[in-house]
């Protein structure tokens, strides 16, 4: 089994800043993908940004320029970083984790959930 722990929410006042941390662990031959989604509210869980095992990286338009993601794949770890946080950042940040598991089996893998609050 693959399990995905996140760390690092909280609360914070606009304009302030956050770090997220994501470390996968168990039977795991290779990543994929990783990324972050996240869910407010009444919402449906859209993804924040993502990045493959080579580096290369996506992000909802929303977030560019001050949310960074980055991994460290001896790790099996993905951060990321949030900068100029807004009120409408508020959510349910969930780390996604494309897995290939070490009898080869692929499948996606998800964290608990970490929340969010961006509020003065």
């Known amino acids: 089994q693959v399990q995905l722990v996140e760390s690092g929410g909280g609360l914070v006042q606009p304009g302030g800043s956050l770090r997220l941390s994501c470390a996968a662990s168990g039977s795991i031959f290779s990543i994929d993908a990783m990324g972050w989604y996240r869910q407010a509210p009444g919402k449906e869980r859209e993804l924040v940004a993502a990045i493959t095992s080579v580096g290369s990286t996506n992000y909802a338009d929303s977030v560019k320029g001050r949310f960074t993601i980055a991994r460290d794949n001896a790790k099996n770890t993905v951060n990321l970083q949030m900068n100029s946080l807004k009120p409408e950042d508020t959510a349910v940040y969930y780390c996604?984790?494309?897995?290939?598991?070490?009898?080869?089996?692929?499948?996606?893998?998800w964290g608990q959930g970490t929340q969010v609050t961006v509020s003065s």
């Open positions: 996604n984790a494309d897995v290939r598991t070490k009898s080869l089996r692929r499948a996606d893998y």
